[in-house]
């Protein structure tokens, strides 16, 4: 049996968060995290709270490639976030492949009819249910 991982898309001022089913084949979102990379807020108080709720056996963490395979700045970032949720959780980090992910998301919305100004409010999660479910896709045997 599989155990649950949790998928994030870090930015820098929100984390959407989803989580797996504990079989392993789908991904549904959780929340949306506020936080300020700025001031080195990540959000690990709400985060040790939804580890404690869910209890993932790894994180999966968007990695925001440029087109060309180069990682830039934001990827940079993004590995960042997972050095410290090792050092502060000490569950496993993987990355996954994130380009595309919140266009994707972005057109999923704008099909499901949500009106642009509640976009933002689930652009985040959904992002990292794509990143997870991506995951998920490509490593089940």
Request: aromatic fraction near 8%.
């Amino acid at each position: 049996m599989m155990q649950r991982l949790m998928g994030l898309d870090v930015g820098s001022v929100t984390v959407g968060v989803a989580v797996s089913d504990l079989l392993g084949y789908t991904a549904q979102p959780v929340e949306t995290i506020r936080i300020n990379e700025a001031k080195a807020d990540y959000g690990f108080e709400r985060l040790a709270e939804l580890v404690k709720a869910y209890q993932p056996a790894k994180f999966v963490l968007g990695l925001p490639k440029h087109m060309n395979n180069d990682e830039g700045i934001r990827a940079q970032a993004s590995r960042h976030y997972g050095d410290l949720l090792f050092e502060k959780f000490g569950i496993p980090v993987d990355y996954q492949d994130e380009r595309l992910t919140t266009a994707q998301a972005e057109k999923i919305l704008i099909q499901g009819h949500t009106r642009r100004e509640n976009r933002k409010k689930y652009i985040d999660k959904l992002a990292a249910v794509l990143i997870l479910q991506n995951y998920l896709d490509s490593h089940t045997l």
